[in-house]
């Protein structure tokens, strides 16, 4: 496929790749037994979306993963997938989509390089260690040339980093930059700690948040590991498909994939969970990797004031600090999550378009959305709840 000395291979499954090659690529910093830097791309978690039905026939996610090698050693795989849809996502090119449509062209199928339904930021083409330039290269000029051969109209890799989003660039690709709030761990003991770095009002405001939550009728508690038993799925499906029905239309993962992650994935998971009379009523899920806790879904059976926020937000700083974690990735948009600390944070993603006049008008777009994206990130970033210099008198 590619004109490299690097052979570029198409997989409909990881069980043709294999884990230990896989992760070799994905997380190479695990081999010690430690956590990965990203648990979304090990082999594990991308494993659990297929076998579970979550990607794969009638999901609109086709796995294509690719893998390339050097003389026949294996130097970089990529979670890719066509996509017959642009739901779950997370980076939305609906407008585009319609655009080309309106024009008379077929948006779809199209190429996607991501993690199915996860907002995360992460390597999207994930090299082994001293393989990271040819390795980028020879998967970008992969996934191309197989948009090419096939007619499709565009590739895309979201969520990935920064760096690769400099490198794909340089390759020719269209660099975008959205945004999403995250909270950063300024090495506080405690929440407390964190507390102190806010301005007086934000300070009363949280604690008052977090008295209303804690005082719904029950009690808060974190499970991670061995701890996650069967029935805290049963009851996290309950609030999952709450959630799902009311953003999505219908859940993203199946049930099934649930039943996998207690199997596979539970020591990568954190699940925060609210009961009351001896009956689980919402709960907050969370992956734990190497510096980051990453939220990722959040549901009820019943509602209560501010319980939201001690769920997804605080319990999961409360989580970070405690583990000595840098951050909390708390999902996308949401820009009520300014006022609780987290702050507005650039993410990137890289595009491809088959047609060179489509593309060059996304590439207009994309330089005046850049433009005002970074005088937003900059606006909201003065409106954050941390303490300014001329206030730590004052407080």
Known sequence: MTELPISITVHRTLDAIGQQAWDSCACP???DGGRPTDPFTTYRFLKALEDSGSVGRGSGWDPLYLTAELDGALIAVAP???KGHSQGEYIFDHNWAHAYENAGGSYYPKLQCAVPFTPATGRRFLCKPGHEVAGFSALVQGAIQLGVENELSSFHATFCTEGEA???EALGLLHRVTQQFHWCNDGYADFDGFLAALSSRKRKTIRKERRTAQDFGGRIFTVTGDQIEPHHWDAFWQFYQDTGSRKWGSPYLTRQFFDIAQDVLRDDIALVLAERDGVLI???LNFIGRDTLYG?????IEHHS???????YYQAIDLAIELRLEAVEAGAQG????ARGYLPTQTHSLHWVADKGFADAISRYLKAERAAMDEEIEILTAYGPFRKLDQEEQD
């Not at 990722?296 to 009820?300: D, F, K, Q």
């Open 306 to 312: 501010c319980l939201h926020f001690e769920l997804c």
């Open 296 to 300: 990722r879904y959040w549901g009820c």
């Open 335 to 338: 820009e009520h999550k300014l």
């Open 166 to 168: 400099v490198a794909g």
């Open 29 to 31: 910093e695990a081999s």
């Open 80 to 82: 890719l997938y066509a």
């Open 282 to 284: 919402a709960g907050a």
